[in-house]
Structure formats: structure tokens, C-alpha cells
């Protein structure tokens, strides 16, 4: 909240004082135009300034940036349901003077703690519930526009910065799931990927296979500390992965691998520059992924 005075100051800035003579002679005088170097351009224009050189980093071959990609993955691919109930964990042992709600929409404009000892900080909203209804157990949580971090009486901190959202639909017959995980989340406790500093816009479908097993797609990308990966469109079914995804070096550069069948092997480019084929092994990963996915609550 902005303070009135604030408000007026900013708004009305105390006004400088000026000679007559002074206001008159800034009015007719043009700025000076400044060369590179800070001097002042003249009729010869100005002088040649030596700038160096900006060294590029070398490429990474095809194999050592799909190594450094299964780096990134074996620490898990985020998705939006651990977080999420860990947050709703913490949201269950709110009380009537913190926040003063016990679901909905919450605004912790101030840092609050309950009777038990939970701690929370920042503006959330949320719902989350399951039912089930003829044999089909549906699962949702979502945040809305949310940031603020939430402790437990041992200090153990969760922080969400953007939106939450899985839904699930289990039964006998198949199951449905969606994720998506717009959000900067952190949790040190974690014993996976949010224990680390992690960034994602990635959307998550699982819908049941012709084979009777689970279809998983997945857009958008993640950035976990300084190593970020993006799916451009990833099929994963019955341990075979198509698709294209993209991993990014320590310098910025994107490799792109193209996987046309499934033998985890693809081309990999940068640019317009074709480096060759080489290899990766998804299914660790994607199948973690998958599990935490389809896992009924």
C-alpha cells in the first residue's frame, strides 16, 4: 500500500528554482551529442574506439548436450501435483485468525502464524477436493494467481510463485491426468526436483493407450537452477518417446533432438547446424513422471 504522503510526493515533486538568465539559456541550447568514448562529437566526428572482441564458447557435440540433458532429467521433471499437495498439507492447519478463512480465496497480505505454529506470507488462492462418484474417483488442486510461501512449525518453507493445476479421473477401466505448472516453486525439504530453485510453463496430458497402458504428452519447458530443457510437443508411450525437445548449454545455445521412432536416438541441431545423431534413454525419467501422475489419491 502506497502511503498518502507517498503518494503526493511522487505524484507533485518538489519543484527546482531557477534564474531567469539560466532557464533561458537551457531553452536555446541543443544537448551535447556523446560519442563512445563520452566525449563530446565533433565536425570530424568521432573517434574509432577499439570495442575487443566477444569469444564464443564452443559448441557442445550431439552426445555431450543429450548428457547433459539426462543430467537436468534424472532429477525429475516438475509437475504440479507434488507441490500442490504439499501446499494443501500446509493449508489444512489454517485457523480462524490465520488467514481467518479455511478455504477459497485467501489475501495474507501480512506474515501470519496459527496456534499450531504454521506460517504463512503472501496473497494465494486455492480448491482442491476429491469425490467419487459411480467407480471414478476425480482428484483436483489448483492455485490461482498465487505468491507467497507457507512453513511448518519445523521450518520446513514451501514458496509458489504463479499457478498450480492437476486434475485427475481414476477408475477400474482408465485414467485420466492433467498438469500444469506455471509457477517458480521451491521446497529445500523435497526429495526431488522442488528442492532445487525451479521455473516452468509445461503442460502435462495422460489419457489411457490402445495397448491398455498410458499415453503422455507434454509442452513447454522447465528451468531447474542454470539448465533449462523445453518439449516442443513429446510423446511417451509403452517406453517409446517421439517428439522434439530442446536443452540449453551454460552459454545460452539451444540443441534440438528429433526423435522419429523409438530407439531413443535423433538428430541433434543448433541453429541451422546439423551435428549429427546420438542417444538418450527417457524412459527413467518419463516413466517417474508418469507415476506420480497416475497414482490415484
Known amino acids: ?65 543429450l548428457d547433459t540433458l539426462s543430467d537436468l532429467l534424472d532429477i525429475g521433471i516438475p509437475e504440479a501435483r507434488t507441490p500442490g499437495e504439499i501446499y494443501g498439507e500446509m493449508m489444512s492447519h489454517v485457523d480462524d485468525d490465520c488467514p481467518g478463512q479455511d478455504g477459497g480465496t485467501y489475501a495474507l497480505l501480512e506474515p501470519c502464524t496459527t496456534a499450531e505454529g504454521y506460517t504463512f506470507s503472501g496473497v494465494s488462492s ?42 485427475g479421473r481414476f477408475s477400474e477401466e482408465n485414467t485420466n491426468a492433467t ?12 526429495d526431488s526436483w522442488l528442492s532445487q530453485n525451479t521455473s516452468s510453463d509445461m503442460r502435462i496430458l495422460v489419457d489411457p493407450s490402445q495397448s491398455g497402458g498410458f499415453e503422455m504428452e507434454m509442452f513447454g519447458g522447465y528451468s531447474i537452477e542454470e539448465s533449462a530443457v523445453y518439449f516442443d510437443e513429446l510423446s511417451f508411450e509403452d517406453d517409446c518417446v517421439t517428439g522434439t525437445l530442446r536443452a540449453r548449454d551454460s552459454v545460452g545455445e ?35 513422471l508418469l507415476d506420480v501422475m497416475v497414482t490415484p489419491p
Open 1 to 65: 500500500m502506497v502511503h498518502h504522503s507517498l503518494h503526493r510526493r511522487f505524484l507533485n515533486p518538489p519543484q527546482c528554482r531557477y534564474n531567469q538568465t539560466v532557464l533561458l539559456l537551457l531553452a536555446c541550447a541543443d544537448p551535447p551529442i556523446l560519442c563512445i568514448d563520452g566525449s563530446i562529437l565533433g565536425t570530424e566526428g568521432c573517434p574509432e574506439v577499439d570495442t575487443g572482441s566477444v569469444g564464443t564458447a564452443p559448441l557442445l557435440t550431439a552426445q555431450q548436450a
Open 126 to 167: 486455492w480448491e482442491s477436493g476429491t469425490q467419487d462418484i459411480d467407480g471414478v474417483t476425480e482428484y483436483v488442486f489448483s492455485t490461482y494467481q498465487t505468491s507467497m510461501t507457507a512453513s511448518t512449525p519445523t521450518g520446513e518453507t514451501l514458496t509458489v510463485g504463479g499457478i498450480l493445476g492437476y486434475g
Open 179 to 190: 498438469s500444469w505448472l506455471a509457477a517458480t516453486v521451491h521446497y529445500p525439504s523435497a
Open 254 to 288: 539451444w540443441y534440438v533432438l528429433t526423435l522419429t521412432d523409438c530407439s531413443g536416438c535423433g538428430g541433434v541441431t543448433v541453429g541451422t547446424l546439423d551435428l549429427g545423431e546420438a542417444c538418450i534413454d527417457l524412459t527413467p525419467a518419463l516413466t517417474a
